[in-house]
């Protein structure tokens, strides 16, 4: 974990555990969220990052990730990168992005969203890069 602004985690275990140990004026100073596949387990272990409001690049990978949990992200206005590809995740948990209007880029690679989600990334004003390989929206 790199305190100036980035958890990066790629293999299971590791230091998303150590998360909830620090403090929290250190967690609202991350900007950069990479969680590769196997480095959680349940959307559980992500309730410390619920605080990091400033986080402009989200990058959760991996069956741990779906649905249920995707409100801690709600109120990220800030995110400009949001990638769930290889995800659990379907067309619900893209409601909880409503808010992040500087949304440059969503990578849905490989997940359940499907034609609804495509509806509510017209509000993304911003949005430059979409991906969607492999999912029923593509």
Do not use: W
């Not at 609202?28 to 992500?46: F, H, Y």
Request: hydrophobic share 40%.
């Amino acid at each position: 974990i790199k305190l100036g602004g980035t958890v990066e985690v790629y293999a299971g275990g590791g230091p998303i555990s150590e998360l909830s140990k620090l403090p929290r004026e250190s967690l609202c100073r991350l900007i950069v969220v990479r969680l590769g596949p196997d480095a959680i387990k349940s959307m559980d272990e992500l309730e410390p990052l619920k605080s990091c409001r400033m986080v402009r690049v989200l990058e959760l990978h991996g069956k741990g990730v779906g649905d249920i949990g995707m409100d801690r992200f709600r109120e990220y206005a800030a995110l400009e990168t949001l990638d769930l590809s290889d995800t659990s995740i379907a067309d619900i948990a893209m409601l909880n992005f409503a808010k992040c209007k500087n949304l440059t880029e969503l990578k849905l690679d490989r997940t359940k969203v499907s034609e609804i989600t495509m509806g509510n990334v017209k509000g993304y004003k911003q949005l430059r890069h979409l991906s969607l390989a492999n999912t029923l929206a593509s």
